[in-house]
C-alpha cells in the first residue's frame, strides 16, 4: 500500500512538474525578439505602445496597452495578429481572404488572423470565424 501511494505521488509530482515547463514564458525586451519581428512591429504597430513581451520556448509575443497581441515564431515570422480593439492591418491580409471576406460578408473588419501549417483562420467583429486551407478556399465557417 505504501508503495502505491508514493508511486502516485511520484507520478502527481511529474505530471505538476511538466505543466510547470510547458507553460514557462519569460519576460523579455522587445530589443531581444527575432530582427524579423522587431522590423514587423516597428512597421505595423509602431502607434502602439507595448506592455509585456515574453518568449516561450518555440514563439514570441507581444502585449499592447490597448490589447492588441502579436504571436512570432522563432525566425520571427508573425503566427497570429488578435487586434480586439482595432482590426488587422489591411496589407497584412492575403488579398484572397480581403477579396473573400469582403464580398461574402460586407461590412466587416477582421479582428483576428491566425496562420499555421493548414492554413489561415480568421474571426470577424460580427463573430464569425472562417477557416481557409493553404489554397485559400473555404474550410469553414463557425459562429
Known amino acids: 500500500m505504501k508503495s502505491i501511494k508514493a508511486f502516485l505521488l511520484l507520478i502527481a509530482m511529474f505530471a505538476m512538474s511538466f505543466n510547470a515547463k510547458a507553460d514557462h514564458d519569460q519576460v523579455i525586451t522587445f530589443n531581444q525578439m527575432p530582427q524579423a519581428a522587431q522590423t514587423f512591429l516597428k512597421q505595423y504597430f509602431a502607434d502602439k505602445v507595448p506592455l509585456v513581451v515574453t518568449m516561450d520556448w518555440d514563439d514570441y509575443t507581444i502585449v499592447y496597452d490597448s490589447g492588441e497581441k502579436v504571436e512570432f515564431d522563432k525566425q520571427g515570422n508573425w503566427k497570429e495578429m488578435d487586434c480586439r480593439t482595432s482590426h ?15 464580398a461574402t ?32 478556399q473555404v474550410i469553414d465557417i463557425d459562429d
Open 88 to 102: 488587422v492591418p489591411s496589407e497584412l491580409i492575403p488579398e484572397q481572404i480581403k477579396s473573400h471576406i469582403k
Open 105 to 136: 460578408f460586407p461590412g466587416t473588419t477582421i479582428l483576428k488572423l491566425d496562420r499555421n501549417r493548414r492554413g489561415y483562420e480568421v474571426k470577424l467583429n460580427n463573430g464569425l470565424e472562417v477557416e481557409y486551407n493553404r489554397a485559400f
